[in-house]
């Protein structure tokens, strides 16, 4: 069974500063897709960014930025110059193509201070 | 600005009644996926449909939940009878054909309350 952890359930940051979310999943497959969503008190799931298993580069959006190790299974979420409206819970998620069984973490709920 | 959109967006029955749940997709995505967000389970996938087609419900209890897409503009996902165990957000996302595997979008939620 593919299995997502996220060990952190709250963190806290300073506004300006960086904080790195971590994840890791376990799974048999070569071929998955990686992703962070952020759910803010809105409630709406907004994706952050997305990773694809077979890119050895890790993908960047503007702030957000992923450190992909394959081999360990780690997937962690780096966010610079934390804003205030980065409060939110965020869930890092696990799918395999053409399978369709997105899994998603237990979420860390992130708190941007000012 | 395309997005998904779930009705109602709050609801609020008494246990035994029917709950019937929509969504909107993204015009021309032709995956539509339901999850349920507990709590205690998180986030899980409920079911999910491509073109229409239903192609699992394996998370889905099947003695009450159903779920179903009588047109590419709409997906209803229904509960009878209602459970107050059934208490949760229900989420409905979408994705377009090629990337609707691995690339959803989801609606804003519909908040269900079984009293």
């Known amino acids: 069974a593919q299995t997502v952890t996220q060990s952190q359930p709250e963190m806290s940051v300073q506004e300006a500063e960086t904080v790195t979310l971590s994840c890791t999943y376990d799974?048999?497959?070569?071929?998955?897709?990686l992703f962070w969503y952020k759910q803010p008190p809105s409630r709406q799931m907004i994706l952050v960014i997305r990773?694809?298993?077979?890119?050895?580069q890790n993908a960047t959006e503007n702030r957000f930025s992923v450190n992909f190790q394959k081999a360990a299974k780690s997937f962690s979420l780096k966010i610079s110059d934390s804003q205030l409206g980065d409060t939110a819970m965020y869930f890092c998620?696990?799918?395999?193509?053409?399978?369709?069984?997105?899994?998603f973490g237990a979420g860390t709920r992130l708190t941007v201070k000012p | 600005d395309a997005r998904v959109t779930q009705t109602p967006r709050h609801k609020v029955t008494e246990m035994g009644q029917e709950v019937t749940m929509r969504c909107q997709p993204i015009?021309?995505?032709?995956?539509v996926f339901w999850y349920r967000q507990t709590m205690m389970q998180g986030l899980e996938l409920l079911a999910y449909?491509?073109?229409?087609?239903?192609?699992?419900d394996s998370g889905m209890p099947k003695d009450r939940f159903s779920a179903e897409m009588p047109d590419a503009t709409l997906a209803t996902l229904k509960i009878q009878p209602s459970e107050p165990r059934d208490s949760a957000v229900y989420f409905c996302?979408?994705?377009?054909?090629?990337?609707?595997?691995?690339?959803?979008?989801f609606g804003p939620g519909t908040r269900l309350t079984v009293t």
């Open positions: 990773q694809e298993a077979y890119k050895q």
């Open positions: 998620a696990f799918v395999r193509p053409t399978l369709n069984d997105m899994r």
């Open positions: 449909f491509r073109n229409r087609a239903p192609l699992d």
């Open positions: 015009l021309g995505h032709n995956t």
């Open positions: 799974t048999s497959e070569s071929n998955y897709y």
């Open positions: 996302a979408s994705g377009r054909p090629g990337t609707g595997d691995y690339e959803q979008y």
